[in-house]
């Protein structure tokens, strides 16, 4: 191409060879363009055509991001591999549903668990899981908590179910059989629930002997003292069978409670002037604030006997010096909830999560001598499932404690 302007120049016509060069130059770069996309449509996979210039240099560069992006291709491939094949081995049933609720995928296990087929990809998973408790669960949106169910696949089995949402609302559903877990805590309360109603009557009969020994006028010291301790902790062992035969009715009737509208102010009232007879021994003070007028729909008994646990509590662990106990029903947005609040030595955070738990004690030496169970918390905690509502505990070491009951709007009658 160079050559055209000289042999123009020889010839006596520069610019006739001048167009013919930049003609035969344009020529020659669609060309190698036309090579190069060709290459790039065709196959990648092909030996990169011989250019020279720019497009050299544009090949090169191709062909680096394109290596570039194989490895990266290959390294996500494997992980993703190595992500179903772990997902695989799962003894859990995974499954994926996407935001219409249809079954995407699933793993091996989920054909165990769930009883799904290879037909049923696509396929609605309110048809294949009919449960009414499943469906509601799935339906309400709200997946911070598991639910167990009855097995479709096998009545004689119980299964865990846990949604979490992903994504453009797509939904990851993991379930597991608990049937054995689930025959061990039936084991555990009928034992529970046997062993309290058989210690009753001997605790009774200890009891009344007790108390007909201690009222002898002629009764020696040293006797008396052996007999009040006795009596000290038959008590305690009765507070104790008493409080596991409630507990033990409440976990039974899992069912939510539906019973008359309570009358708040006046439930309130009446525990609170309970509370001031108990606060006689520990002269605190005490505080009612009634913010709200709503009902609740509930069990009396239930919620007098959670609210009742609470107050006590506070009284209970609060030192008798300069003791402040602040009782409050309130509206929160939507909710009301029932809070007690003491100015105690307060709770370090590592026990708060484990609070609820039956026989969990802080201080079990202090426990002992205030007389608590250790399980007033635990029938808290029953008593708020029974009601569709929440124990929410807040502590700061040194400052005091604040226990709240927190109830739902459909709970509530104004």
């Not at 695989?88 to 079954?103: C, G, H, K, P, R």
């Not at 899992?254 to 309130?268: A, F, R």
């Not at 105690?344 to 708060?352: A, V």
């Not at 029953?382 to 927190?406: A, N, P, W």
Request: with cysteine; glycine share 6%.
């Amino acid at each position: 191409m160079l050559f055209c302007p000289l042999a123009g120049l020889f010839f006596g016509k520069p610019w006739f060879a001048l167009l013919l060069g930049l003609f035969l130059f344009v020529i020659y770069q669609l060309y190698s363009l036309y090579r190069l996309f060709r290459w790039v449509e065709s196959s990648p996979q092909e030996e990169p055509p011989e250019l020279s210039g720019v497009w050299a240099a544009i090949l090169y560069n191709i062909t680096r991001i394109q290596s570039s992006e194989n490895r990266s291709r290959k390294t996500l491939m494997g992980v993703i591999s190595r992500a179903q094949e772990s997902v695989a081995a799962m003894e859990e049933a995974v499954v994926l549903i996407d935001a219409n609720s249809l079954i995407e995928w699933w793993n091996p296990a989920a054909e165990k668990v769930l009883g799904l087929k290879s037909g049923d990809q696509g396929r609605n998973i309110l048809f294949f899981c009919r449960t009414p408790e499943f469906v509601r669960y799935y339906q309400q949106g709200n997946y911070s908590q598991e639910i167990k169910l009855t097995s479709w696949v096998n009545e004689a089995h119980y299964i865990q179910c846990k949604l979490t949402r992903f994504g453009k609302n797509d939904r990851l559903l993991i379930a597991y059989d608990v049937t054995r877990v689930h025959k061990l805590e039936m084991m555990r309360k009928d034992f529970v629930d046997n062993v309290s109603h058989e210690l009753r009557t001997p605790l009774t009969v200890l009891s009344g002997y007790l108390e007909t020994f201690i009222d002898q006028d002629d009764l020696n010291p040293r006797w008396r003292r052996g007999f009040e301790q006795m009596r000290q902790q038959t008590t305690r062992m009765t507070h104790i069978v008493n409080d596991l035969l409630l507990l033990s009715r409440l976990e039974n009737n899992s069912e939510p409670t539906h019973h008359k509208v309570i009358d708040m102010p006046h439930l309130l009232h009446k525990i609170f002037d309970d509370a001031q007879a108990y606060n006689t021994e520990f002269k605190h003070e005490l505080h009612l604030e009634m913010e709200s007028f709503r009902n609740l729909r509930g069990g009396e008994q239930e919620l007098t006997s959670a609210f009742t646990n609470l107050i006590t509590n506070a009284i209970k662990y609060t030192p008798k010096e300069g003791g402040v106990v602040t009782v409050r029903w309130f509206d929160d947005g939507d909710m009301s909830c029932f809070s007690v609040t003491d100015n105690g030595p307060g709770i370090d955070s590592h026990h708060l999560p484990r609070l609820t738990e039956r026989f969990y004690r802080i201080d079990s030496d202090r426990s002992r001598d205030t007389g608590g169970t250790g399980l007033g918390l635990a029938i808290v905690k029953h008593v708020m499932l029974q009601h569709d509502g929440y124990l929410e505990i807040t502590s700061t070491r040194g400052k005091g404690s604040t226990f709240m009951c927190c109830f739902p709007p459909e709970r509530l009658v104004a």
